[in-house]
């Protein structure tokens, strides 16, 4: 039976002439104002949740738990939730792949995850010890990973292949502010971390709903939706790297240049207190730091993001500007170490924004032009968001014996940027895409 029939040969509305689905064709009209807007938004939302947590609120509640054991709290916690986001995001993405609702295949993922992380994120004002407070943030991990895997794969989905690095670059300027806003929310409840929950749990759910209502979703008839089968759904998520091998190197080099990332700003709040002694140098609270410090790095990654994206669009090329700005990376992370002074890292976030913003741009637009099918999207993204979260989960193992066994902030750091030059390398092994 044709895809462009349902049962009893009755023609399926959202199947276009050529006999592909509206909802898998490749996109050839520019994406709507409104439409990228609203993915903006998502992603600021996300973030929002994510970092304000990430960034301050669970150092904060790992020392209100044992100020002597943060670090080891910190790194259980992220590390947990890192796991379960390894899980989550692929599964989310398969599971958008194969909705068939009359509101499209992402809407309801999006929706989905932003309750669950919100819920959780009320949840975990209140935990009452270590135990807990891990559970709450792996639902929070669950949640915001359903809606991130949803909200990824509607881009590909709606956006042409010449748009990609803008809109790319757009929605890393929305993660950027959400990151900020994640900033600002721990630095405004000035050391509440159960009032900034709250707060982070409305920015996530305000994100999605301009998304919800504006979302330009195709719906995936039922006859185009392959039979389901649970082997064969398990085996879709390992991706070949004999049949793939330019979607594989684009999964290795991104795995590198997070856990890098990672690794730079896992101790930011603890290398502020200890290493800068911000209080002491400056007179200036690490919480508050940290809030300078990202707000420079926004910026930064806000002005290379999208001009990156624009710029790779234009050059019809994606690879020199990753290599370019994984180097980037690497020198700021050797800033951080060698200069482990306020203006040091103050001019450490402003290199580290310049090459992370370009390299979140292209980088994304690059992966989209390697991905195996049009009807996986969801799938396949949600495995290379696998090199986003396991970072999370490879980062502290690496990072807390540097810290605290082999020689503290200038050994982790130089770790961070020779690692994080390993993804400029092996991006050169992608074939497929200039």
Request: proline content about 6%.
């Amino acid at each position: 039976m044709s895809l462009s029939d349902l049962p009893g040969g009755v023609p399926d509305p959202m199947v276009t002439h050529r006999g592909t689905t509206a909802a898998l064709a490749e996109p050839v009209d520019r994406a709507r104002t409104l439409w990228i807007t609203g993915v903006v938004l998502v992603n600021l939302g996300i973030n929002a949740a994510f970092f304000g947590p990430i960034q301050v609120l669970l150092g904060q509640q790992a020392i209100h738990f044992d100020e002597g054991q943060k670090e080891a709290i910190l790194a259980l916690v992220t590390g947990a939730g890192a796991a379960v986001s390894l899980v989550a995001n692929p599964l989310f993405g398969a599971f958008s792949d194969r909705t068939t609702s009359r509101f499209g295949r992402r809407v309801p993922w999006v929706l989905i995850g932003a309750l669950l992380g919100a819920v959780a994120l009320v949840a975990l004002a209140g935990a009452p010890n270590v135990a807990v407070m891990t559970v709450l943030w792996c639902l929070v991990q669950a949640g915001c990973n359903g809606a991130y895997a949803a909200i990824t794969a509607a881009i590909p989905d709606r956006v042409p292949v010449v748009q990609r690095g803008t809109v790319g670059g757009l929605a890393a300027m929305g993660q950027t502010i959400g990151i900020l806003v994640g900033a600002v929310i721990a630095a405004v409840v000035a050391g509440n971390f159960a009032l900034g929950y709250l707060i982070c749990a409305a920015a996530l759910i305000a994100g999605v709903v301009l998304y919800l209502f504006k979302n330009d979703d195709e719906p995936l008839p039922p006859s185009a939706r392959p039979p389901f089968s649970l082997g064969r759904f398990a085996r879709g998520f390992w991706v070949s790297p004999r049949r793939y091998p330019d979607f594989a190197w684009a999964w290795l080099t991104r795995l590198l240049v997070n856990i890098g990332n990672h690794m730079v700003t896992l101790y930011l709040l603890f290398f502020l207190r200890d290493a800068v002694q911000l209080q002491t140098t400056q007179g200036i609270e690490p919480e508050f730091g940290v809030l300078i410090l990202t707000g420079l790095y926004a910026v930064m990654v806000i002005v290379t993001s999208v001009l990156g994206g624009s710029l790779s669009d234009r050059m019809g090329k994606r690879k020199p500007l990753v290599i370019a700005s994984s180097v980037i990376i690497a020198v700021a992370s050797l800033i951080l170490g060698f200069a482990p002074t306020w203006t040091g890292a103050l001019i450490g976030a402003a290199v580290l924004g310049i090459g992370f913003g370009a390299y979140l741009a292209v980088d994304f637009a690059l992966i989209t032009q390697v991905l195996p099918t049009a009807l996986d999207r969801g799938r396949d993204l949600g495995v290379i968001n696998v090199a986003n979260s396991l970072p999370q989960v490879i980062a502290p193992v690496i990072a807390y014996p540097f810290v605290t066994l082999w020689g503290g902030y200038i050994s982790l750091y130089v770790a961070a940027a020779v690692i994080g030059l390993l993804g400029a390398v092996f991006v050169v092994k992608i074939k497929g895409v200039d």
